[in-house]
């Protein structure tokens, strides 16, 4: 059964049966913009494209850009995470995006993943997380059974990027962490100078 988590709540991601996990796929999601009523006409909703990014960072931070994983970048050079391909509007079932990690083949140099969404052009379009419904991030096993999820209900005016969460090593396990911190970052490199 999967355990929903609350803003800085951690849990050690195993298998239902104990045993260690060797894979697991991290699902983002966020509804689209519902129909607004305007004096005469409804406004036809806004397409809102998030881009989901995965951060392989080495002692807690991202050495190189090469270990950013990202819609212009969708598989790392390890073969150990993959993007699996960008939604530009939320639209549909289930998870906007997903990213598959290899945990048991992830080079041991590196011992956290940060995963980060952010609004594509943002600022220009004038776009902000408070315009999205029921986005979430949660991890999946190897067959697809969900294990955790953190959804954000707070409101978030004006914020245009997100820190959802992050995996990380410790003490020989796996272990995910809810952060939830939104920023005003208006791109991936931005919120990628966050993690230098």
């Known amino acids: 059964m999967a355990v929903n988590l609350q803003k800085g709540q951690k849990v050690e991601l195993r298998k239902s ?21 305007g004096f005469f ?15 392989l960072c080495q002692g807690g931070k991202v050495v190189s850009t090469s270990d950013v994983v990202y819609f212009n970048n969708l598989t790392h050079e390890s073969r150990t995470v993959q993007h699996l391909g960008d939604n530009l509007t ?30 594509y052009k943002a600022r220009e379009r004038g776009q902000h997380f408070g315009m999205l419904q029921n986005a979430y991030i ?27 969460g992050e995996i990380y090593r410790y003490n020989g396990a796996w272990k995910f962490n809810a952060i939830g911190q939104p920023t005003k970052d208006n791109s991936v490199g931005e919120l990628l100078n966050r993690f230098r």
């Open 90 to 119: 939320g639209a549909g079932t289930g998870d906007a995006e997903q990213i598959i990690v290899e945990l048991d083949k992830l080079p041991a140099v590196y011992d956290k993943i940060i995963f980060v969404v952010n609004i």
């Open 138 to 164: 949660r991890i999946s096993d190897d067959k697809g059974v969900e294990m955790c999820r953190y959804n954000l209900d707070e409101h978030y005016q004006d914020m245009t990027a997100m820190v959802f």
């Open 17 to 37: 049966s104990g045993g260690s996990l060797t894979k697991v796929i991290v699902g983002l999601g966020w509804d689209e913009a519902k129909l607004t009523k």
């Open 41 to 55: 006409l409804k406004k036809k909703p806004e397409e809102i494209d998030c881009d989901a990014s995965a951060f």
